[in-house]
């Protein structure tokens, strides 16, 4: 019994942080969301990686790259997150997102955490397939 409980006091201890560490990861997904809807590429730019800026140069050139490859990023008609994963030392976050159309797709958030706070390394759309998984 005595095990049982300092395992359960022990899980929630470790479980705090990874909450926070998932509300903070959700924030940054859903702040770059909302700032695509309002085609304010420049704001949704911020919450992009140092590597990715430094393939896309502006916010101009990043919302020309998100509108024609990731419509449904541009303009979800909903989105859900759903969960948080570690894969070979990196944290992706999964999001299922509808688009304009009624369509779903899934994709992969990589997270990295800089001295800015959470940010986006990276985005894959996953096959269609992977949707009624």
């Known amino acids: 019994m005595r095990h049982t409980i300092i395992g359960l006091v022990a899980a929630l201890v470790l479980a705090a942080p990874a909450a926070a560490q ?26 992009a990686s140092p590597a990715i800026k430094e393939i896309f140069r502006t916010p101009e050139r990043f919302g020309a790259m998100v509108r ?3 419509p449904m990023v541009h303009r979800p008609r909903e989105v859900r997150f759903l969960e948080l994963r570690t894969v070979g030392g990196n944290l992706w976050q999964r999001v299922m997102m509808t688009d304009a159309q009624g369509r779903v797709h899934l994709l992969d958030y990589m997270m990295i955490e800089t001295p800015d706070g959470w940010q986006i390394n990276a985005v894959q759309l996953l096959p269609a397939n992977a949707v009624g998984a």
């Open 22 to 47: 998932e509300d903070a990861i959700r924030g940054v997904i859903g702040a770059q969301v909302e700032a695509f809807r309002a085609d304010d590429f420049a704001t949704a730019f911020t919450y």
């Open 68 to 70: 024609q490859g990731y």
